[in-house]
């Protein structure tokens, strides 16, 4: 049976809304990455068979399939094609999926998977009628006016005990190990910077304590506990990784980094939301044979600061191991681009450490996850 390993895997640096990446079209922005991939592994772009391209809001500049635009913005042959996947914010970790799964069926030899979002040209909430497309049944099945994410959050601070002084200080946590990691130059063969522009993270806010973060108002309720300080940042950014099968890359002497170990999928309560994390990391450790004592990184999206810290507390999972580089709410969640950028920085951490197992896992909307188990090589 074939298996389906990744060769590399890049990044954008992660730009604030408005900010430094504001002006890259998300397809500029998408081009960026691929041909940063190709370059580092010299892979010719007509060999590519498929890119499998993560967006969410799939509206404006983001409208017409972004990665197939993207690849002719790359100026790679016509010849390539591509299709965009919408599975929420996991939509990039759901394209590794698909690209994981065609190369072990047969279907590819060289796929690409990532995927982009613009937040700031693109706001969240475009793609639906008032920010809101649910149907009067959907509603009426859970008995909410709407979903939201941010009371999300709360329901889930008010559901696992945590106090607004325990998420602030998680959240001043991301920042100090992102800090760490970029004085270290833990993400520079990660990155692909913007010539003459973005060359770093732009989000990371040094010296945030929870101190500091105390001062901020609830975001969401005016009694509540989730705030702009312990939720993660609107984003821009893109990621991108080269699938392919062990064989077809010792054809072409090139080294992959890690096999694509596992990968499920989870669904929970979309009221809650951003629990579905916890089944999907059960479900990927039974599929795997594994122990969570067997992983030596865990990357748990900080969408807010309590959907890692129930994941933690329902797992047992160690704090040194959990968002080891930071995260999201340190530097950013340009949603589409999220899943590949997350598997980016997992896989590099792997291989400067010397990780032999890592998984990641991320909340979506809906009540979804993804779980990917990744084996170093």
Not at 20 to 45: K, S
Not at 168 to 195: C, K, M, N, V
Not at 345 to 370: F, P, S, W
């Amino acid at each position: 049976m074939r298996d389906a390993v990744i060769v590399d895997a890049v990044r954008t640096p992660i730009g604030k809304r408005n900010g430094a990446l504001a002006g890259m079209h998300p397809a500029d922005l998408t081009a960026h990455v691929l041909n940063a991939l190709t370059r580092r592994t010299g892979l010719d772009p007509a060999l590519v068979d498929d890119v499998v391209w993560g967006c969410v809001s799939q509206v404006g500049d983001q409208a017409g399939s972004v990665g197939r635009v993207g690849v002719l913005a790359a100026g790679w042959p016509e010849s390539v094609p591509s299709t965009t996947v919408d599975r929420r914010c996991g939509s990039s970790q759901q394209a590794v999926h698909f690209a994981a799964a065609g190369v072990i069926a047969g279907q590819y030899d060289f796929v690409v998977a990532g995927g982009v979002e613009s937040m700031s040209r693109v706001p969240m909430g475009s793609a639906g009628r008032d920010g809101k497309p649910y149907p009067d049944s959907v509603l009426e099945r859970y008995g909410v006016h709407g979903f939201n994410q941010g009371i999300s959050a709360e329901m889930i601070a008010e559901k696992w005990g945590f106090t607004r002084a325990v998420l602030d200080e998680y959240s001043a946590r991301s920042h100090e190990r992102t800090a760490a990691a970029i004085d270290r130059g833990a993400f520079d063969g990660q990155l692909a910077p913007i010539e003459g522009g973005l060359q770093v993270d732009e989000g990371l806010r040094r010296g945030s304590s929870a101190a500091t973060l105390a001062g901020l108002k609830p975001a969401f309720r005016e009694d509540g506990v989730i705030t702009a300080g312990n939720s993660s940042q609107i984003s821009d950014g893109a990621g991108a990784l080269l699938v392919t099968s062990s064989e077809t890359a010792a054809a072409h002497g090139m080294q992959p980094i890690a096999r694509v170990h596992t990968a499920v999928l989870a669904g929970d309560d979309p009221v809650l939301m951003l629990t579905a994390p916890i089944p999907a990391t059960e479900k990927a450790l039974k599929k795997s044979g594994l122990r969570l004592d067997d992983i030596g990184a865990y990357e748990v999206n900080e969408a807010f600061a309590p959907v890692p810290l129930a994941w933690q507390a329902e797992t047992g999972g160690a704090d040194e191991r959990l968002n080891p580089v930071g995260g999201a709410i340190a530097v950013g969640h340009p949603l589409g681009g999220s899943g590949a950028i997350l598997m980016t920085r997992l896989v590099h951490h792997m291989k400067d450490n010397g990780i032999r197992y890592g998984l990641q896992t991320m909340c979506e909307a809906g009540g979804m996850a993804n779980a990917t188990i990744l084996e170093l090589l």
